[in-house]
């Protein structure tokens, strides 16, 4: 081959050659710019997802914040219906239903008292008794509930295990229920302390001294008084309080010796003054014994008579039986009068009772008492009106005793000045001889808190008391001094 074929076919080999690699350079391009492109519609796809799943969550937290807030704001969720619970009302616990509709508190109350006759003088050698027994004794010891049901009515159960015979201890002080829809029109009707008179309505955690007057004792004993059967009904506002009952025995009367007896009674009172710190209060009272108790000997009698305002011993010097078997008693009345009222801590009460006994056959008799008491709490504090009762609050401590923190409690002292007088037609055959007593009461009460009280009573009583109404008489009357103190606690 010459030399310039050669060279010729070298040429065209290296330009068949240099035609070949541009096309296979851009085929490789194409792919490659395929793949990129692909990657990036890949990367594209996964950030439109991860897009949609951040704006998902953030929903989520947002829904979730809203109810967060929602729940906040909601008041808290009732409990199931009918599930009790147990709250403190005051120091007394009460069990309630979710709306309180039901509740029942338990209550209770100790007055455990301590005393001593430190002088007793007969006026005769036939006075009875020798002597009256200093000791110690539960005057009162109660214990029940009270609540309310269907909110429109109220209950109250509560046994006595103090007292004394005289006072049917160990007994039903309370059981009524009350009916409080037609406020302040309220309904009552079972065992109850029926509110005749001032002092019978102030609570006897309230009371003044250890006792009230015998005056006050013997004339709501009559057809009112602790523990007796009653049906009644009273509207009271801010002001005036008015109520009427008719009542019957007392609880515990034994019927196999003794028949029912049947009486009313009826209290209306007003404040004149309603200041902060000064009241004038006013009252009238009413009473009406209709149908004695009979006695399975046929005989209807009445007996009017009280301790020397103490009860420690409950024997009665100061006593009168009215009516006998031939002579019966057919029915009693007592009207009364109350005052009372406070200039700031300085507080006074008094009332009168005038008692009428008729008797069958013979003319009726009649009986006299009253009182008045007056106290001054050293401390300051004011005698609150209780509105619901017509009548007084004691006084509560501003400064309940704590020595580290300077309260010494409330501290008050008393005095009282008493008289019954249970003679009628002295001179008569037919006529009463039940004495006359006259008493003077001091006090010091001590208040480390509103539920804890401590008393001290000096009492000074003089009897003076015929043997018999008419003819030649002996003084069988009695004087005596006493000193009692009271351990008070109530919830």
């Known amino acids: 081959m010459s030399l310039g074929k050669y060279f010729l076919g070298s040429v065209a080999v290296g330009a068949l050659l240099m035609t070949g690699v541009p096309a296979h350079a851009q085929s490789a391009v194409d792919s490659a710019v395929r793949s990129m492109r692909q990657q990036i519609k890949d990367l594209q796809e996964r950030l ?16 979730t914040q809203r109810t967060v807030e929602r729940i906040k704001a909601a008041p808290p969720a009732p409990a199931l219906a009918g599930e009790p619970f147990l709250k403190m009302h005051g120091i007394s616990p009460t069990f309630s239903t979710p709306d309180g509709a039901f509740t029942m508190s338990i209550t209770g109350r100790l007055h455990l008292d301590m005393g001593d006759y430190v002088n007793y ?30 909110k429109v009515f109220g209950y109250t159960f509560i046994m006595d295990f103090g007292g004394s015979t005289t006072d049917n201890g160990s007994t039903i002080e309370n059981g009524f229920v009350t009916y409080n829809g037609a406020a302040p029109f309220h309904f009552i009707a079972g065992y109850q302390d029926t509110p005749y008179s001032l002092d019978e309505a102030t609570s006897s955690n309230d009371i003044m001294f250890l006792e009230r007057a015998s005056s006050q004792a013997i004339a709501t004993g009559i057809a009112a008084n602790d523990n007796r059967s009653a049906i009644g009904a009273w509207w009271n506002n801010d002001r005036a309080w008015v109520g009427v009952f008719g009542t019957g025995p007392a609880s515990g009367t034994n019927y196999t010796t003794t028949s029912a007896q049947l009486g009313m009674t009826g209290r209306a009172t007003y404040q004149i003054v309603q200041t902060p710190e000064d009241t004038f209060h006013v009252g009238i009272d009413g009473e009406e014994l209709f149908k004695p108790a009979q006695t399975s000997g046929g005989a209807r009698t009445l007996t009017l008579a009280d301790s020397p305002e103490l009860r420690i011993d409950n024997t009665q010097i100061l006593k009168a039986t ?22 700031g801590p300085l507080y006074a009460q008094g009332e009168y009772f005038h008692i009428m006994v008729d008797r069958q056959g013979q003319s009726g008799v009649s009986f006299n008492g009253g009182y008045v008491e007056a106290s001054y ?80 009573d000096y009492i000074h009583a003089n009897i003076d008391k015929q043997s018999a109404p008419s003819g030649t008489t002996t003084n069988v009357g009695a004087s005596m001094d006493a000193i009692a103190i009271r351990e008070q606690f109530n919830f």
């Open 121 to 150: 003088s007969k006026k005769s050698a036939s006075t009875t008794p020798n002597n009256f027994n200093g000791g110690v004794k539960a005057r009162r010891a109660r214990l029940g509930v009270t609540g309310k049901i269907d």
């Open 48 to 63: 439109q997802y991860l897009q949609t799943q951040i704006n998902q969550t953030q929903q989520n937290q947002a829904q």
């Open 322 to 343: 009215v009516g006998t078997s031939a002579n019966p008693v057919k029915g009693a009345s007592v009207i009364g009068g109350e005052v009372a009222g406070n200039l």
């Open 377 to 456: 709490a050293l401390t300051g504090e004011i005698k609150k009106y209780n509105a619901g009762s017509g009548a007084y609050h004691s006084i509560s401590p501003a400064h309940p005793f704590s020595p580290s923190s300077g309260g010494w409690g409330a501290w008050e002292i008393a005095a009282r000045y008493s008289v019954m007088d249970l003679n009628d037609q002295l001179g008569s055959a037919t006529g009463i001889a039940g004495g006359k007593q006259t008493t003077y009461t001091f006090g010091i009460n001590w208040y480390p808190s509103s539920n804890l009280r401590f008393m001290l």
